[in-house]
């Protein structure tokens, strides 16, 4: 079955560092693929996607490009903020399909 | 638009009880899922419901069921309960109707099982 594997962390890091989770995936098909924030007592946010290989989703600093020759959604930030601490899910969803699959997740410490 | 709401944000039961979940999804959005979240499991796929018919189910054993009614609003019940389903429940709601979709989520339900 389709299955996501990222870096479980923890990942501490100081402020204005630069930040990469690794994100790998396996799956059948062609899936669409995401990050997603959750911060401390909330539910989950979208971060960025992309939907098709060679696609970069952004947003609010964060960068991810769809590999498919690597299978790999690694998610990036050039300079991370004491605000972006918070745990990161990597998942993806297969085109035919309405059922998410996440990695463990990645908590991120960002220490001024 | 408002997002996805769900109640009650905090529940305590105990052992062999039963317990509802409420999820009102985004307004025109047709397709609820739900997660269970647990330190140890991460998040697990509950179930998916489109237009009041249940599309796909996780592996969870049958005491977990849902439901969604005819204005898209879902319910999560289960039954028996047992301490290893104190959880944060989390429910996701998409526009439908097919093919792959950004799922927004609500704040979630934590159920603590004495």
């Known amino acids: 079955g389709d299955s996501v594997t990222q870096m479980e962390g923890p990942v501490t890091l100081s402020e204005e560092a630069f930040l990469t989770i690794n994100c790998t995936y396996t799956a059948t098909g062609y899936p669409s693929l995401f990050w997603y924030v959750q911060y401390p007592g909330e539910g989950l946010q979208l971060l960025l996607k992309a939907t098709k290989a060679d696609d970069k989703g952004s947003n609010k600093g964060f960068e991810a490009t769809y590999r498919k020759e690597t299978t790999s959604f690694h998610l990036e930030k050039g300079s991370v903020q004491v605000s972006d601490s918070a745990v990161y899910f990597c998942?993806?969803?297969?085109?035919?399909?309405?059922?998410?699959?996440f990695g463990p997740g990645t908590r991120l410490s960002v220490l001024p | 638009k408002a997002g996805v709401t769900q109640t009650p944000r905090y529940l305590i039961k105990t052992r062999g009880q039963q317990v509802t979940l409420s999820c009102s999804p985004i307004?025109?959005?047709?397709?609820v899922s739900w997660y269970q979240q647990t330190p140890g499991q991460g998040l697990q796929f509950l179930f998916e419901y489109f237009s009041e018919t249940q599309r796909n189910k996780g592996n969870f054993p049958g005491r977990f069921s849902g439901r969604q009614f005819s204005n898209s609003r879902s319910e999560m019940n289960v039954s028996t309960l047992e301490l290893g389903d104190s959880a944060l429940y989390l429910c996701?709601?998409?526009?439908?109707?097919?093919?792959?979709?950004?799922?927004?989520f609500g704040p979630g339900t934590r159920l603590t099982v004495l």
């Open positions: 998942a993806l969803i297969e085109n035919y399909g309405q059922n998410f699959v």
């Open positions: 307004s025109g959005h047709r397709s």
């Open positions: 996701a709601s998409s526009s439908g109707p097919a093919g792959p979709d950004t799922q927004y």
